[in-house]
Nanobody, 124 residues
């Protein structure tokens, strides 16, 4: 049984930073390409970032490039999302997702496993 558990969310002022973590259990994290998505109230779940199984390749939603960084530590079965210069519009529930295989993906339907989400709230 593969499980993903996110942590690191919280309340931060605009301009601040947060680092989200996602720990994979049940299978080794290197079995998966990983992604982060977010969902604001009343909106669809949107792609944030993805990383290949080795960590060598990454992909970002265009508006988030330069502020967000995805990385992974396969020895710790953990994926990270460093978020800097946060804005109120970044407020959302952030989800970690795992995709079997090596290639990255940007669509929710391409991912096989999901975490429960962690709330990020950015105050103005």
């Amino acid at each position: 049984q593969v499980q993903l558990v996110e942590s690191g969310g919280g309340l931060v002022q605009a301009g601040g930073s947060l680092r989200l973590s996602c720990t994979v259990s049940g299978r080794t994290a290197s079995s998966f390409a990983m992604g982060w998505f977010r969902q604001a109230p009343g909106k669809e779940r949107d792609f944030v970032a993805a990383v290949s199984w080795s960590g060598a390749r990454t992909s970002y939603a265009d508006p988030l490039k330069g502020r967000f960084t995805i990385s992974r530590d396969n020895a710790r079965n953990t994926v990270y999302l460093q978020m800097n210069s946060l804005k109120p519009e970044d407020t959302a529930v952030y989800y970690c997702a795992a995709k079997s295989g090596q290639s990255m993906a940007v669509e929710t339907y391409e991912y096989d496993y999901w975490g429960q989400g962690t709330q990020v709230t950015v105050s103005s």
